[in-house]
């Protein structure tokens, strides 16, 4: 990569953030960083200053932001995909246009842990939840969130829900090569997916600091429970990718947890009347290969109908208690 290049790309996406997009910027204009940084910000055609305050910045820092105004609203996806596709780094880090970094070492620290350990691909960290005013705020929903962090080999951990926080992360840009985002408008968590992506190829770093402000507020996407139904339906969609990456790139062996909650996610597939005979097809060719035997199969079935199960710690034998 030229020297001219930035180590790290910063992704920022914006829309309608005109009272926090100043203090998103400043958080990452003020990294104290031993390597140069680009920040990319795509602002989606707000209604409200937010375009201005953006054009202001990176008139004063010309060398290291890049604006990409759009003239039409893409939508929180499509403004995502587009500017991801501007990032030149070796890494790429992102923050939303409403979230504060408040370490300046986040950056340093982060990218000295990737660069020491090339078998992880990302690493995030923990972060301190604020309102719309800027007050720190207690957030049970993030303290549920909070004990599923994890590190290392994540891929099945993330295959139950999401627990990376966007602003946080910072991941090697390579490990995007062929991952494209659904550009849908009324989608929102491509994020999950694209922390899946990294994690079926790599392992992922979690580091327990409170790096990031994460702000909750009244224009917040995932306010809406009709919005929250439709990006589930989306994301079961696209787990057939997802699936189909693991295939490619874990050759190894899985042990019968990781065989049954690969097969459970691929009975999900040819259950969902959305997704395609094709897509089904494909599945049902795979399914043998990950089948979890008798046993897998019938904790399987009894986790569906809701009866606990007791094993013992090898799994060879198996009851339920049906009180």
């Known amino acids: 990569m030229p020297d001219h290049y930035p180590l790290v790309s910063v992704c920022m996406i914006a829309y309608n953030v005109e009272g926090f997009i100043a203090k998103a910027i400043e958080g990452v204009i003020q990294q104290k960083t031993q390597f140069p940084i680009e920040l990319v910000i795509g602002e989606d055609c707000s209604t409200d200053g937010t375009r201005r305050i953006c054009a202001e910045y990176a008139a004063q820092y010309s060398e290291t932001i890049k604006l990409l105004p759009s003239e039409t609203n893409l939508g929180i996806a499509g403004n995502a995909s587009r500017t991801l596709k501007q990032c030149r780094g070796e890494y790429i880090a992102v923050c939303d246009g409403d979230d504060i970094w408040v370490d300046p070492l986040k950056l340093q620290k982060q990218v000295e842990f990737l660069d020491q350990n090339p078998d992880f691909g990302a690493i995030y960290t923990d972060v301190e939840t604020i309102s719309e005013h800027g007050n720190l705020t207690a957030d049970p929903e993030h303290a549920e969130i909070r004990e599923q962090y994890a590190a290392g080999d994540v891929f099945f951990k993330l295959l139950h829900g999401n627990f990376i926080n966007n602003s946080t992360a910072v991941f090697r840009s390579r490990l995007l090569a062929g991952y494209e985002i659904d550009c849908d408008r009324n989608y929102y968590t491509h994020d999950h997916l694209l922390w899946l992506q990294i994690a079926v190829q790599s392992k992922i770093h979690y580091w327990n600091a409170k790096t990031t402000h994460y702000r909750k507020h009244s224009g917040g996407v995932t306010n809406s429970e009709v919005k929250r139904l439709n990006n589930k339906k989306k994301f079961q969609f696209h787990l057939y990718d997802i699936l189909l990456h693991f295939d490619q790139f874990r050759r190894r062996p899985s042990n019968i947890e990781e065989r049954m909650v690969i097969f459970q996610k691929m009975l999900s597939i040819l259950y969902r009347k959305e997704n395609t005979l094709k897509m089904k097809a494909r599945i049902l060719g795979l399914m043998p290969k990950y089948f979890p035997g008798v046993l897998g ?17 090898n799994d060879s034998v198996l009851t339920t208690n049906l009180e």
């Open 297 to 313: 199969l019938t904790r399987i079935i009894l986790s569906k109908i809701g009866l606990p199960i007791i094993h013992t710690l």
